[in-house]
């Protein structure tokens, strides 16, 4: 069974520290995904990576960083949190085949962390 | 400018009965790839269903199908036979071509939050 995990359901954090978002994939997939989700705004494209150190930013990177270091591993990084940032956030992976569109490839999800910054 | 608009905050249907959520996009891309996920109030994205552009004919998976209307660029996901368990939130998402490979990004609608009453 796939699987996609999270280091925390719940987070609750203080303005200012730094926090770091773990996900962990065991399905071999080249690509993973942050998104936060927001009521209203669906959800929104942090950052991606389609292979261990590459890295493009999403459509909100701004106050993010991302880190993949080994293949199943893609942590998000908030430098300075704010109450902004305040959100849940989901991590995805999905299969990737070079040379091939890949329009078919559904994103397996996370079970998602809900962060609180105060 | 919104690339996924699901109009629909909230749906309400009855036990047994079909239900349509709504999806409209906008691309200029001639090749991508439109997903619904549901998402239960526990909070993971369960996949539901696929469609891609040259697809010719209805995605269909169970009492899941997508009405694919190209030249309205609307994807609106049918439910039949609703069942309790089918409350949850929804989303349309889409998956582009952009030139090159799309590394399997996707772009999400704000989603509609089905009811379904016994």
């Known amino acids: 069974d796939v699987k996609v995990t999270q280091s925390s359901r719940y987070l609750v954090k203080r303005t200012g520290e730094k926090v770091f978002l773990e996900c962990v994939q065991d399905?071999?997939?080249?690509?993973m995904f942050w998104y936060r989700q927001d009521p209203g705004l669906g959800l929104r494209l942090i950052y991606f990576?389609?292979?261990?150190?590459?890295?493009e930013k999403g459509d909100i990177p701004e106050g993010y960083s991302v880190s993949r270091e080994k293949k199943e591993r893609f942590s998000l990084i908030l430098e300075s949190a704010s109450t902004n940032q305040t959100s849940m956030y989901l991590c995805?992976?999905?299969?990737?085949?070079?040379?091939?569109?890949?329009?078919?490839?559904?994103?397996?999800f996370g079970p998602g962390t809900r962060l609180t910054v105060t | 400018a919104q690339k996924i608009t699901q109009t629909q905050p909230g749906m309400f249907v009855q036990e047994k009965e079909a239900v349509t959520l709504d999806c409209t996009y906008d691309t200029s891309d001639p090749s991508y790839g439109l997903f619904w996920y549901k998402q239960p109030s526990s909070g993971e994205m369960i996949f539901l269903i696929y469609q891609g552009s040259y697809d010719q004919q209805n995605a269909t998976e169970g009492r899941y199908s997508l009405n694919f209307q190209k030249a309205r660029k609307s994807a609106n996901l049918v439910i039949s036979a609703s069942q309790l368990g089918d409350s949850a939130m929804y989303f349309c998402?889409?998956?582009?071509?952009?030139?090159?490979?799309?590394?399997?990004?996707?772009?999400f609608g704000q989603g509609t939050i089905l009811t379904v009453h016994p």
């Open positions: 990576s389609y292979d261990v150190k590459m890295k």
């Open positions: 995805a992976s999905s299969l990737y085949k070079p040379g091939q569109p890949n329009m078919d490839y559904e994103q397996y």
């Open positions: 998402a889409m998956r582009e071509i952009a030139g090159g490979t799309s590394y399997g990004k996707l772009t």
């Open positions: 399905m071999d997939h080249e690509n």
